[in-house]
C-alpha cells in the first residue's frame, strides 16, 4: 500500500539520510547536482553571491534588503605621516583673508614625511593614498612655531590638491620661535585611490616649523 508522504503520522517520520555520520552543528547543502552533504553554515550559504574564496580578512553584514555582503573589518587599513624634529621651515604669504576660512590662501605642506604603521595605505613623499574606500578616523597632533609674533596659523587636509576638509584647526603662535601644540581629530568618508595632503594658511607673511606631527588615518567600516 501507498502513502502520501505528506500524510506519514509523525510516528513513522524518520531523519534525512546521512545524519548519523554528521556532526554536530552541520546542516545539509545542496551541491546544485542532485546530491550534498553535511557541512557548517558559512558565508557562501547565508547569501549564495559571496565569493568565500575573497573573504579573507572580511566581515559577513546585513546589506539592508535581506541578504549579507561582506566587507573589511574596522581598523583593517591605517596608516600615520610623521615628523620627528623637523628644522626646516615653511615659508607662507600672508592669507587675503585674516581669519583663513578661505581655501585660495593654503598652500600645499610639502616636506618630506616619514610613514609608519601602513597597512591598506600606501605613501607617497607627503601624502597617503587610500586603497579601501569607506569612513575614517582622522586624528592630527602637531608641534609648531613662526618666525613672527602673534601668528594665527592652520592646518587642513585636503583630498587631490581640490577638495579641501570644511574646518581646519586654528592656533595663535604668541611668541616667535615658541612651540605651540595643536591637535583635531574627525570621521571622514574616503574614495579608493583618494591622495591625503596637508595645506597651512597664516594670517602673516612667516616661516612655519611644524617640529613634531602624527597625522593618523584609521578604517572604521563601509558606507
Do not use: C
Amino acid at each position: 500500500m501507498s502513502i502520501e508522504h505528506k500524510n506519514i503520522p509523525e510516528d513513522g517520520l524518520h531523519e534525512p539520510k546521512g545524519i548519523s555520520i554528521a556532526s554536530a552543528s552541520r546542516v545539509y547543502k545542496s551541491d546544485g547536482a542532485g546530491s550534498g552533504s553535511w557541512v557548517q553554515v558559512d558565508s557562501d550559504t547565508l547569501k549564495g553571491t559571496i565569493n568565500n574564496a575573497s573573504a579573507a580578512d572580511l566581515q559577513v553584514v546585513t546589506d539592508g534588503s535581506g541578504g549579507f555582503k561582506t566587507q573589511p573589518t574596522p581598523a583593517s587599513s591605517f596608516g600615520t605621516m610623521n615628523l620627528t624634529d623637523n628644522a626646516t621651515t615653511k615659508a607662507v604669504t600672508a592669507a587675503t583673508d585674516t581669519t583663513l576660512n578661505t581655501n585660495t590662501d593654503f598652500v600645499e605642506f610639502d616636506l618630506p614625511m616619514e610613514f609608519d604603521s601602513l597597512q591598506g595605505i600606501t605613501a607617497g613623499p607627503n601624502y597617503l593614498t587610500i586603497d579601501q574606500s569607506g569612513l575614517y578616523l582622522v586624528d592630527l597632533w602637531a608641534s609648531v612655531k613662526s618666525s613672527v609674533n602673534a601668528t594665527k596659523f592652520s592646518l587642513k587636509f585636503v583630498l587631490n590638491d581640490t577638495t579641501f576638509v570644511t574646518r581646519g584647526p586654528k592656533l595663535t603662535l604668541g611668541s616667535l620661535g615658541q612651540i605651540y601644540n595643536m591637535s583635531a581629530n574627525g570621521i571622514h568618508t574616503f574614495a579608493a585611490n583618494d591622495q591625503v595632503k596637508l595645506y597651512i594658511a597664516a594670517d602673516k607673511s612667516a616661516n612655519i616649523t611644524i617640529e613634531d606631527m602624527t597625522f593618523q588615518l584609521v578604517y572604521l567600516g563601509g558606507v
